[in-house]
C-alpha cells in the first residue's frame, strides 16, 4: 500500500484520470476502425491520444492503448456470438499500467519513484505480510489502483523458475459445491459455513433488490464488493490446503469443468443451477496451479464424466450407485463409500489411465473408465475385495 502525502494523492488521482481518458479515446478509435490488433491501434491513436493528453508520458500513453486493445479482443470475441448485445468497451477508473520506464522500485528502502503528470514522484509504501517472501525479487509492471481513498500499487515480480520433483504420486481431486473439495489421500477441505454466508448473503441481495431506494443500490454496491472479496478468499484458502495436502512432486488431478454450465442438466431458476452459475471453479483452478509449483507439484485435469457414478473398486458404472448426494453403494460389488472421496479415487483412476501405468507400475488400459485395482484394494473391506477377486476371475 502506498503512502503518499495530500499533495501526492491529488497528483495520483490527476494521474489516473488522464489515463483513464486515454484508455478510453483507444477504444473508441479501434472500436470505430473494428481494430483490435495492439500495433494497428497504435499507428492509429497513438498521437491522437498524446495530443489531447500531453501531460502523460510516452510510456503511459503506449499503455493505455495496450489496454485498450485488449479490451476490444474481448469484446469482438464476445460479439461474434449472435445471441448477445455488445456495447462499446468504457472505463470510469482504469488502473495506469507502470512498467521499467516508468516506475522504479527500491525495496531497501520501501520506496518507488513513479511518473505522474508532473514528473515522479517518489512515495513510501507498505508490503503486506502475507506478500513479504516476494519482496526483492526483480519488478516486472505494476498496476496503481486507488481503493476508498487508499493508494495500492500492485506489482508483477519475477520469480524463478520453481524445480518440479519426480515423483510417481498422484493425488485425486473432487472438487464441489457442498463440500468444497474432497481428496483422494483421504482429506475433506473447506469448510460447510462457506455455502451458508453465500446463502444468507444472496437472500440479502434479494431483498434489497426488491427494495429498489438509493438506499438499497449503495448497500447492494457495497456487497457486491464483500462477495466478490470473500470468495476470492474461501479459494485462496481451499487452493492452500489442497497443495498442502500432498506431498512436493506430487500430481494433483482435477476435473476439466470447461463448459459445465452449459454441459450440465440442472434445472434452470433452482438453488443449485444458481449456486454452479456462480461457482468460481476457474479462479479455484488458477490458485490451485501457481500454489502448486511453488510447492514443485504439477497440476492435471482429466474428463469429469461419470466421475460421480463409478464405482472406484470394481469400476461398474451406474446412475442408481449414488444412494444420496454423500453416499455410493455400487450395484454391482456392494462397495460402500463417501460419494465425494470415491469421485476422487475415479479422478487419480483416470489419470493413471491416461498414463497407462498403476500405482504400483503395471500396465493399464488406456480407457478412461479403468480401475486402478492396486490403489483401491487396500481400502476395501474384507469382503469387498473377496468379491472383487470373484468378478475378476470371471472377467
Not at 337 to 352: E, S, T, W
Request: glycine fraction near 4%; hydrophobic fraction near 35%.
Amino acid at each position: 500500500m502506498l503512502e503518499p502525502t495530500d499533495t501526492q494523492a491529488a497528483l495520483l488521482s490527476d494521474t489516473s484520470t488522464a489515463f483513464t481518458s486515454a484508455f478510453n479515446q483507444a477504444v473508441d478509435i479501434g472500436w470505430k476502425a473494428d481494430v483490435s490488433n495492439a500495433t494497428k491501434l497504435h499507428y492509429l491513436a497513438y498521437y491522437p491520444v498524446k495530443a489531447q493528453h500531453s501531460t502523460l508520458v510516452s510510456d503511459l500513453i503506449n499503455q493505455a492503448r495496450v489496454k485498450a486493445a485488449e479490451a476490444l479482443r474481448s469484446a469482438f470475441a464476445l460479439r461474434k456470438d449472435a445471441t448477445r448485445t455488445v456495447s462499446q468497451p468504457q472505463s470510469t477508473a482504469c488502473p495506469p499500467r507502470y512498467n521499467k520506464n516508468t516506475y522504479r522500485v527500491d525495496w531497501a528502502s520501501r520506496t518507488v519513484r513513479l511518473s505522474t503528470t508532473e514528473g515522479r514522484q517518489t512515495l513510501r509504501f507498505r508490503v503486506p505480510a502475507y506478500a513479504e517472501k516476494y519482496a526483492g525479487f526483480p519488478t516486472d509492471t505494476a498496476d496503481l489502483l486507488c481503493k476508498r481513498g487508499r493508494w495500492y500499487l500492485h506489482i508483477v515480480v519475477t520469480l524463478p523458475t520453481p524445480l518440479i520433483l519426480t515423483s510417481d504420486a498422484i493425488m485425486g481431486v473432487d472438487l464441489g459445491l457442498v463440500q468444497p473439495a474432497v481428496t483422494s489421500t483421504p482429506a475433506f477441505l473447506g469448510e460447510r459455513r462457506w455455502k451458508a454466508i453465500e446463502g444468507k448473503r444472496f437472500t440479502l441481495k434479494r431483498q434489497l433488490q426488491r427494495k429498489g431506494t438509493p438506499s438499497a443500490k449503495r448497500h447492494l454496491r457495497h456487497l457486491r464488493g464483500k462477495q466478490a472479496r470473500f470468495r476470492r478468499d474461501c479459494d485462496h484458502v481451499l487452493s492452500k490446503r489442497i497443495v498442502e495436502a500432498c506431498a512436493p512432486g506430487t500430481t494433483i488431478v482435477i476435473e476439466n469443468l470447461t463448459d459445465i454450465r452449459t454441459r450440465s442438466k440442472i434445472r434452470r431458476k433452482t438453488e443449485t443451477s444458481r449456486r454452479v452459475h456462480s461457482w468460481s471453479f476457474a479462479q479455484v483452478r488458477s490458485f490451485l496451479t501457481y500454489k502448486a509449483e511453488e510447492r514443485g507439484c504439477m497440476v492435471a485435469a482429466v474428463d469429469p464424466r461419470h466421475t460421480s457414478q463409478q464405482c472406484s473398486a470394481c469400476g461398474h458404472t451406474a446412475r442408481n450407485n449414488r444412494r444420496s448426494r454423500g453416499r455410493l453403494v455400487c450395484r454391482q460389488c456392494g462397495f460402500e463409500l463417501h460419494a465425494d472421496l470415491n469421485a476422487a479415487r475415479n479422478i487419480a483412476a483416470k489419470y493413471h489411465a491416461s498414463l497407462g501405468t498403476s500405482g504400483a507400475g503395471a500396465s493399464l488400459s488406456t480407457g478412461a473408465s479403468s480401475p486402478v485395482w492396486s490403489v483401491v484394494r487396500q481400502h476395501v473391506s474384507p469382503e469387498v475385495r473377496d468379491k472383487l477377486s470373484a468378478l475378476a476371475d470371471s472377467r
